[in-house]
């Protein structure tokens, strides 16, 4: 069973830093991995997809790699901003079935 | 161009009880998802629904079913309440069938069994 793991579980951050978030999951048989976001009490906002022959993809100031034959992925936000305070979570789509979501980091950018 | 609507967006049902959610997903997206979204699991696949038909299901029980209509809108539905079902329900909507497509979510509805 696919199993998706998000380092760290959350992170503190003063404005203007860069910061990296992690995504590994176990088996590299994936379609496509993508990136959301998640403010409190509040749906899901894509962010971005990469499909499984991509290695990275931009939008902004944030930037997604794919590496998958280790099984990770790293989410880079350029020049954080409060704004970005959220919980950023990952999800593997394999075969024809469904998105596996790692337990997400919960991001705050402190002004 | 609307997003995905969830409706109700709060419920509050009693152990024993059913309830029935509501998803309209983007307009032109025929295939529609659902999550259920606990601290303790995370976000878990119930089912997917493409073209009026259930092509994938999770690892839940029977209690928990759904149907998609001819205008794609789904219902999902949970009998028999317990305890454990509260949750922050999450359905999203794509243009393909999964997994070519981007999933786009809604705001969700937030269940509370007591």
């Known amino acids: 069973k696919q199993e998706v793991t998000q380092i760290p579980a959350a992170l503190s951050v003063p404005e203007g830093e860069n910061l990296v978030l992690n995504c590994s999951f176990t088996?590299?048989?994936?379609?496509?991995l993508q990136w959301f976001r998640q403010d409190p009490g509040k749906g899901l906002t894509s962010l971005l997809l990469?499909?499984?022959?991509?290695r990275e993809q931009t939008s902004g100031r944030l930037n997604a790699s794919l590496d998958k034959s280790s099984g990770r992925s790293t989410l880079y936000i350029a020049a954080s901003q409060p704004g970005d305070s959220a919980t950023y979570l990952c999800?593997?789509?394999?075969?024809?079935?469904?998105?596996?979501f790692g337990t997400g980091t919960r991001l705050t950018v402190i002004p | 161009k609307a997003g995905v609507t969830q409706t109700p967006r709060y419920l509050i049902k009693t152990r024993g009880q059913q309830v029935t959610l509501s998803c309209s997903p983007i307009?032109?997206?025929?295939?529609v998802s659902w999550y259920q979204q606990t601290p303790g699991q995370g976000l878990q696949f119930l089912f997917e629904y493409f073209s009026e038909t259930q092509r994938n299901k999770g690892n839940f029980p029977g209690r928990f079913s759904g149907r998609q209509f001819s205008n794609s809108r789904s219902e999902m539905n949970v009998s028999t309440l317990e305890l454990g079902d509260s949750a922050l329900y999450l359905c999203?909507?794509?243009?393909?069938?999964?997994?070519?497509?981007?999933?786009?979510f809604g705001a969700g509805t937030r269940l509370s069994v007591l």
């Open positions: 307009s032109g997206h025929r295939s």
């Open positions: 999203a909507s794509s243009l393909e069938q999964i997994p070519s497509g981007v999933q786009y």
């Open positions: 088996d590299s048989a994936i379609y496509n």
């Open positions: 990469i499909q499984s022959s991509q």
């Open positions: 999800a593997v789509q394999t075969g024809a079935n469904n998105l596996f």
